[in-house]
């Protein structure tokens, strides 16, 4: 009887005839244009919102700890526009306290149902108490109580300790409105580079990278990489 441990956990590499049919099947692509890299993004995570089946706005953040050891974990995407790219979190948390120390972080968007890939770097600006107010407001109540009944990223002695920490939030602001906590905010990555990445046959991958030479300068420089 074949059993869980007979199935192979890493898929093997495609085959030749594997690219061969992929190349088939492919719909001719334009190369991807060098213009605004916000534009793009937005198109694609439009896709993506048709396309994903869970989170499309869901991204890869890397940090770096005091000791120059990496961190990343999933964020949630909660708006983009020219200035940046921008997430919210407990400020007290492993990232929170990351960010606020080093001041730069790493962002990735990957779409599987799109075979692309998006790679952001940049530096990092804490939003503004009305950015973060505003966005507050729209979350679920329960998701509000949350926000100050978890002390992120720190030792939890049983589920029942935060349990009980929800409950005591909960009568706490009983049937009235839950501002928010002064330790819950969110960041900014401001781009300085952005990579998209997009699958192509034979592994043959199309990279576009756009960069600025400092922070807030209007225009980007492109330039394409291998694969």
Do not use: C
């Amino acid at each position: 009887m074949k059993t869980l441990t007979d199935t192979p956990l890493i898929p093997p590499s495609p085959a030749e005839d594997d690219y061969v049919r992929a190349v088939v099947a492919a719909t001719p692509l334009e190369l991807l244009p060098d213009g605004d890299p916000f534009a793009l993004f937005e198109s694609w995570l439009r896709e993506a919102t048709q396309s994903e089946p869970n989170d499309p706005n869901a991204m890869t953040l890397a940090t770096v700890d005091v000791d120059g050891l990496p961190d990343a974990r999933m964020v949630l995407l909660k708006d983009v526009d020219a200035r940046g790219f921008v997430f919210y979190t407990n400020l007290q948390s492993d990232k929170g306290r990351q960010l606020a120390a080093r001041g730069k972080a790493a962002l990735l968007f990957h779409w599987k149902s799109l075979r692309r890939q998006v790679r952001i770097r940049g530096a990092v600006e804490s939003v503004t108490d009305a950015e973060a107010d505003a966005y507050f407001a729209t979350r679920a109540r329960s998701a509000r109580i949350g926000a100050w009944a978890s002390a992120q990223s720190r030792t939890l002695s049983d589920r029942f300790a935060l349990e009980k920490e929800v409950a005591r939030v909960g009568l706490r602001y009983g049937l009235g409105d839950v501002p928010r906590p002064p330790h819950w905010s969110g960041f900014r990555v401001a781009p300085e580079r952005m990579e998209f990445w997009r699958d192509r046959p034979f592994r043959l991958h199309e990279r576009l990278v756009f960069e600025r030479a400092e922070r807030g300068a209007k225009g980007w420089t492109t330039r394409r990489l291998f694969p």
